[in-house]
């Protein structure tokens, strides 16, 4: 009876030492499974992750923000050139009025903006983040009547003289050649601001209500076009380029920051192409008078041929001609602080 007790006992021990060995293996290739199979969803996970990132750079679209006229006029070879390519991340929104291009830098939904210089202080010295690439655009504002008899600036003595956009730059250059050529403008002339926008003051004179009016670059042309009794009295690059000896560093190219620091390659690829079609613009009027017609940036190939060579389209990196900026600014902040915003921009306005 006891062998028989001995015997049960023996056999219970290793019954026992076999499940204790069967349940740590099983535990151990359990363990190891759940090891590996962590190790699969990490992997996945980090495949996951990395994929959706490349993903969300590959569908990107930067946007350039630029103005209808010489804004567009110079890059318009640029333009088709990205609106052609099916695989461009580059979107250009072309619009009517500088405000609209400086509300989409608010918004910062303009990656890239072209905007008067002047403007481009205002938005910097406020605290937004862009820089100043170059200047593609180097005055395009003419004075335009019908008085045939007005061949010095004192002629203009007495005389009622339409302005757009009160207290911009049309306004405080009109102003400062008045003063620089003897002609106080707030008592020689009577300066008038019925018609606040470029495409309000093209549309007065060419229906024949303003006399003697303030216009810009491709309106101007198009007015000429209109009506042959207009002529244009005076050039305000040449008249300019007389007082200052430098010309008009009219109309600013603008990125973001945090494009400029992080992504230079695209800034250069942009600058560069805006630069090439510049030059290729000037060289070919009538085949860039086509393309600005085709995408709407003026209304027939007779204005654009006349625009071309009015419109002083060159661009030029604003590192190179620094001084020249400066001192155009500095015209502006003498005559009224609030146009560059307040102040002359600080170094880092350029990039």
């Not at 290793?14 to 090891?35: D, H, Y």
């Not at 000896?245 to 942009?270: Q, W």
């Not at 940036?297 to 030029?316: C, D, G, H």
């Amino acid at each position: 009876m006891m062998f028989q007790f001995f015997l049960i006992l023996v056999c219970f021990k290793s019954i026992l030492n076999c499940v204790i060995l069967f349940i740590g293996s099983f535990v151990k290739i359990f363990a190891m499974r759940t090891r590996y199979l962590l190790y699969i969803a990490i992997a996945i996970l980090i495949v996951s992750c990395t994929s959706s990132t490349n993903n969300d750079s590959s569908q990107t679209t930067y946007r350039i923000a630029t103005l209808k006229g010489p804004s567009s006029m110079g890059m318009i070879k640029l333009i088709d050139s990205l609106k052609s390519s099916s695989s461009s991340k580059i979107e250009v929104i072309i619009l009517n009025e500088p405000i609209q291009v400086r509300k989409m830098m608010l918004d910062g939904t303009a990656d890239f903006a072209i905007l008067p210089t002047t403007m481009a202080a205002i938005v910097y010295n406020k605290g937004m983040d862009y820089q100043l690439v170059g200047i593609p655009v180097w005055g395009t504002l003419s004075l335009l009547g019908t008085d045939s008899t007005i061949a010095q600036w004192s002629q203009l003595k007495g005389k009622r003289i339409h302005v757009m956009a009160k207290g911009m730059t049309p306004d405080v250059m009109f102003r400062f050649l008045l003063l620089k050529n003897g002609v106080n403008p707030d008592t020689d002339v009577a300066i008038d601001y019925s018609f606040p926008t470029h495409i309000d003051m093209a549309n007065a004179v060419a229906a024949g209500k303003v006399e003697l009016g303030v216009l810009s670059e491709p309106l101007a042309s198009q007015v000429l076009q209109k009506r042959s009794n207009v002529r244009l009295i005076f050039d305000f690059n040449d008249e300019w380029f007389k007082q200052q000896g430098s010309p008009i560093a009219f109309t600013a190219f603008m990125v973001r920051k945090d494009i400029a620091k992080n992504n230079r390659a695209l800034v250069e690829e942009i600058a560069n192409g805006y630069e090439k079609s510049s030059v290729w613009v000037n060289q070919n009027p009538d085949s860039a008078a086509d393309l600005m017609v085709k995408y709407e940036v003026l209304p027939n190939r007779e204005v654009a041929l006349q625009a071309i060579p009015r419109a002083n389209l060159k661009f030029v990196r604003a590192r190179e001609i620094k001084s020249q900026i400066d001192d155009f600014l500095n015209v502006f902040y003498q005559m009224n602080p609030d146009i560059v915003g307040g102040k002359m921009p600080d170094e880092d306005f350029i990039y």
